[in-house]
Nanobody, 127 residues
Framework: QLQLVESGGGLVQPGGSLRLSCAAS????????IGWFRQAPGKEREVVSC????????DYAGSVKGRFTISRDHAKNTVHLQMNSLKPEDTAVYYC????????????????????WGQGTQVTVSS
């Protein structure tokens, strides 16, 4: 059974940093495009960042560009989301998702293409 597990969420003050991790069990992430999404209370799920299966292509939502970095750790079968300069509006449940890509070089940021989803990790940015 393919499972994704997010970790690394928590409570942080504005301006702080967190690193989220998305780990896989039952399969290797090497062949999958990965996306990070978030959903705040009362809002729709939105894309945060995505990365191609081979890792060279990435994309970011405008609201996080320059603050967040997505990366792959092939040796640990994990994808990370480094979040710096966090703002209260970054508060949400963060989800990672995986899908077999059309091309290994394509970062896919549309949530409807993703087949496998984790349960989410809460990120709260507050003083």
């Amino acid at each position: 059974q393919l499972q994704l597990v997010e970790s690394g969420g928590g409570l942080v003050q504005p301006g702080g940093s967190l690193r989220l991790s998305c780990a896989a069990s039952g399969f290797t992430l090497d062949y999958y495009a990965i996306g990070w999404f978030r959903q705040a209370p009362g809002k729709e799920r939105e894309v945060v960042s995505c990365i191609s299966s081979e890792g060279a292509s990435t994309d970011y939502a405008g609201s996080v560009k320059g603050r967040f970095t997505i990366s792959r750790d092939h040796a640990k079968n994990t994808v990370h989301l480094q979040m710096n300069s966090l703002k209260p509006e970054d508060t949400a449940v963060y989800y990672c998702a995986a899908t077999i890509p059309i091309a290994t070089t394509q970062a896919m940021c549309a949530p409807y293409v993703y087949e496998y989803w984790g349960q989410g990790t809460q990120v709260t940015v507050s003083s």
